[in-house]
């Protein structure tokens, strides 16, 4: 049930897709409809919201100001029907998280359960995504938080909270750097290593580390798994990297590894962040559970 005029549903979903066409097939109406719609809308607030390209259209520094009040609204308006259907209202509380794999993989499920112990009544649901897939999701309403990985201010989102990870190596017991408090780039990187896709945040600063020093690596794997990487690890394959927030057990030994420190100031420059709509207030669930998450990240003063 959609409680924004029409105008704006229409709006929202060609911001989406970048094209009328396909706006009008997501919604299985007329694209002469919508095209009328988003004329009437553009004759009411007197400025262009898009710009008209011959494959499709692109928003206007105006179009992406209503897109951020649409998406805010939008996702306000879901919680509310919700609340009207059940007739609940703030008994029932369900809050979506959309985080990196290191954070999925235990802080965030862990911080869920410590917080239904108090609060037995709250529904979560937990997205495992890649990390600007989750800031995505935060930033059009799907998710109500984000805890990912990002490197500095973010001006799509609101940053509740940034921690600046330090990096390590995992090892197996008994490796030669076991004993080892810290370890350097270029010594690490004489060891075959388990290594992120291209395009993560890790994978970008240790490839910008690697042209720093002027060396050459060729990874013996690349994955994103977490559990994948320890795997590798565990059974002698090389040494991977992971973040010490999300990824990194309190107890190595549980996890059959050691963690070495990397010493290098490139990775100074990844944050883990806590992240929620622009402008978007909160329902009370969401609202105490992103308080929670900033607790256990120790955060610094807030960005934007």
Known sequence: MQLMPVSLVYFLEVARTGAVSEAATKLQVAPSAISRQIAKLE?????????????????????????????????????????????????????????SQGFARRLVPQAMAAFRLDHPDVIFRLDPVPPQEATRRVADGIADIAVTYAMGARNDVRVECAVVVPMAAIVPPGHELADRERVGLAELCTYPLALPPTGTTQRDLFDTGVQMEGLTVRPALVCDAVVS????????????????LGDMHPDPSAEGVVYVRLDHPVFRRREAQVQTMLGRRLPWAATQFTGLLVSLLHPSPPHG
């Not at 008209?52 to 179009?63: V, Y």
């Not at 990487?229 to 010490?244: C, H, M, P, T, W």
């Open 229 to 244: 990487k320890y795997e590798f690890v565990r059974s002698g394959g090389g040494i991977a990297l992971v973040g010490d």
């Open 43 to 99: 004759s009411g607030v007197k400025v262009p919201l898009f710009v008209r390209h011959p494959r499709g259209m692109t928003l206007t520094d105006a179009g992406s100001r209503l897109l951020a009040h649409v998406r805010r609204s939008e996702a306000e308006s879901s919680a509310l029907v919700t609340d009207l259907r059940t007739g609940n209202g703030a008994d029932v509380r369900n809050v979506t998280v959309a985080c």
